[in-house]
DNA sequence: CCTCAATGTAGACAGCGGAAACAATGTTGT
DNA sequence: ACAACATTGTTTCCGCTGTCTACATTGAGG
């Protein structure tokens, strides 16, 4: 990779060379970009290995070196979907406000937007069939739900959230949002909902938790 | 196979004759009924229309004359899914007691175990591409949502719930229990948390929904 | 009884995922 | 510098699938 490439390579960016010669050099981000891309266009079950590799301009066979197959390349992609999720959740409540009830809003506002404008991502993400890549997915998911989970332990600090095991808590606030996300990303709601919905369900979560006073 | 065919067929059930002739007379639920058991056991990826044909004992090319493709395939089992829910869910509530609070817990423990029981099939009634079919499965759903919504209005007309749209107030509940599912059943929380979790959900919905009386 | 629509069959086709053998290119030890 | 070696891409082949078209069998209604 010595002799022409040099300086795209080093700083780490895509060759994207056009005359391409025999090895690719990049073909498993390339691979998994575009499978994003078919992903996001129409959908898991439309995706090919072949139409991948002819999209690329590599033979048919060459996704096999990065894929053991079909499923691994989804794996992958559910993989940094959960990654990516991760992020989008970390920055927004590092833009958040400080107090909890803002927080929780903006995070699981954050969290609808993504499964909305990812919905065929989001489908892959839960659909993970327990393979040998699993456990790789399911460490990924568990970084995204990190930060919320935190969220809860602050807000029970707080005092604005009764006791209680915050994952138990937390997950049903979030199985909430995923739920709201689901039927609309199935069409069953429409969309201009979402955020109706996530206030009422952030509202309800809210005055449903709410420590007791005066019982 | 079955010994009690006469009975059966005599209740407008499937005759299931073993010396089958040129035509089979009942092909359509024999292929809807071995694709449930196939979904059931492998999933809806793994369903091939062939497949189903040869263990039916019929051409390959015969489950056409009843499903224009696959996904039309899909599309009935989603459609019979729904209506399966609601009836599910109305023997949920015709059993329930008849306070508000144990009739919100008990159809929804209904829903979470349907769901639980069936998780490649509640999958696919989520998952319904935007097909000419989609109407039929849209209306079922709705039959299947409608005796909840129905609970709502009556838990508001109880004063047991703030007023308000009973579609909006409902379906944030019934996403909090579909986002629980479909998180056991991509093994993302263990499923022995299912009763626990729809308990914790109850709770907080009917706290968080309550009419407000001391503003 | 005869026609005709419904239903099942047979055969063909292209596309796919996967496996194996082969070729080109980097890499590394000496 | 150069010879093994590992990595990566190619080619070829296989069985399977969904779908299409032409044909066969059957049952129902005039």
Chains 1, 2 share one sequence.
Do not use: C, W
């Not at 078919?38 to 033979?59: K, Y």
């Not at 919905?119 to 993970?128: G, I, R």
């Amino acid at each position: 990779m010595l002799s022409k490439e040099t300086l795209t390579a080093k700083l780490g960016a895509v060759p994207e060379a056009e005359p391409r010669s025999y090895h690719h050099g990049n073909l498993r981000t390339a691979l998994l970009d575009a499978a994003e891309r078919g992903l996001r266009e129409h959908g898991a079950d439309q995706l090919s290995l072949r139409d991948l590799a002819r999209e690329i301009g590599v033979s048919h066979a060459a996704p096999r070196r990065h894929f053991a197959d079909r499923q691994a390349l989804l794996d992958a992609l559910a993989e940094s979907g959960f990654l990516r999720l991760a992020d989008t959740l970390r920055s927004a409540l590092a833009e958040a406000a400080d107090d909890f009830s803002a927080r929780v809003r903006d995070s699981v506002t954050a969290y609808a937007h993504f499964a909305t404008d990812n919905a065929a991502l989001l489908e892959l993400m839960y659909t993970s069939k327990h393979r040998p890549e699993a456990p790789r997915i399911a460490e990924a998911a568990g970084a995204a739900f990190g930060p919320l989970i935190e969220l809860i332990e602050q807000g029970q600090a707080h005092g604005a959230l009764e006791p209680g095991d915050p994952e138990r808590i937390g997950l049903v606030l979030y199985a909430t949002v995923h739920g709201i996300t689901t039927m609309i990303n199935g069409d069953m709601i429409a969309g201009e909902l979402l955020d109706e919905l996530v206030e009422t369900a952030v509202a309800q979560f809210l005055r449903g938790t709410r420590p007791l006073r005066n019982p």
